[in-house]
């Protein structure tokens, strides 16, 4: 069973959340504010965590950037309005997607669901004889079976979203992929999803393997440099 933690200052969002989160067998931990919510998160880290950006004492998108300094939980904004600022800032700080109220129970829960599947382990893989291939793209180094990536030689630190962004370019060097093709590889989308998400972490990713590495083709989306 799934350890959740859900931050959200309205009592009645909060415990109709709670509902039904439980209803899909997940196990769940709330709090009231940001400051009990990042004691509770220190106390047992979660598998994933649900936060409201407007939140007392420490609101979401400072409790978002918490979380992300001390671990890899995949995070959940919950918005009470669909403002970009909102939306970038929290995405910016560490945030791995987000929905806006009213939501649908059914579609957090799926959001929930995509967020772990990719943050889950990858299965035990098949006895390899040889060393695992490594791509080299300039002075970027990726190892797509151990995920291992490195820097002029330096090991770097990226989350499940980001790795997950990469091994979609370095599986297609110098090809265009979408926004909405990238929406649904890397974040589970069925359905048409806001690409802002895709450009914030794309963003992200920038800062970390070289901002010429990946390509902004205009009107149609991004291609790793091969």
């Known amino acids: 069973m799934h ?30 504010d940001g400051v009990t919510g990042l004691a509770l998160f220190r106390e047992r880290r979660p598998d994933a965590a649900v936060l ?15 979380i992300r300094e001390e671990s890899g939980v995949p995070v959940l904004l919950i918005s009470a309005r669909n403002d970009p600022v909102d939306v970038v800032m929290g995405l910016e700080a560490g ?4 929905v806006t109220k009213p939501f649908d129970g059914s579609v957090l829960v799926a959001r929930i669901r995509s967020l772990l599947r990719r943050a ?10 040889e060393a695992p291939p490594v791509q080299r793209f300039g002075d970027v180094d990726f190892c797509p079976v151990t995920l291992d990536v490195r820097r002029d030689g330096r090991s770097l630190a990226l ?16 090809t265009v992929l979408t926004r909405d093709l990238l ?27 070289g901002r010429d590495r990946i390509e902004t083709v205009r009107g149609f989306g991004y291609k790793l440099r091969a």
Do not use: C
């Open 3 to 32: 350890d959740i933690l859900l931050v959200e200052d309205d009592e009645m969002i909060r415990e109709a959340t709670r509902l039904t989160l439980e209803e899909h067998e997940y196990h769940v931990r709330t709090a009231a």
């Open 52 to 66: 409201d950006i407007m939140l007392p004492g420490l609101n979401g998108v400072s409790l978002a950037g918490r």
């Open 95 to 98: 945030a791995d997607d987000y």
């Open 120 to 129: 889950a382990p990858a299965g035990p893989s098949p006895e390899q004889p």
């Open 159 to 174: 989350t499940t979203t980001e790795l997950k962004l990469l091994r979609e370019f370095t599986s297609s060097p110098g």
């Open 183 to 209: 929406l649904e590889r890397v974040w589970d989308y069925a359905w048409s999803g806001d690409t802002r998400v895709v450009d914030v972490h794309v963003q992200r990713l920038r800062a970390k393997i």
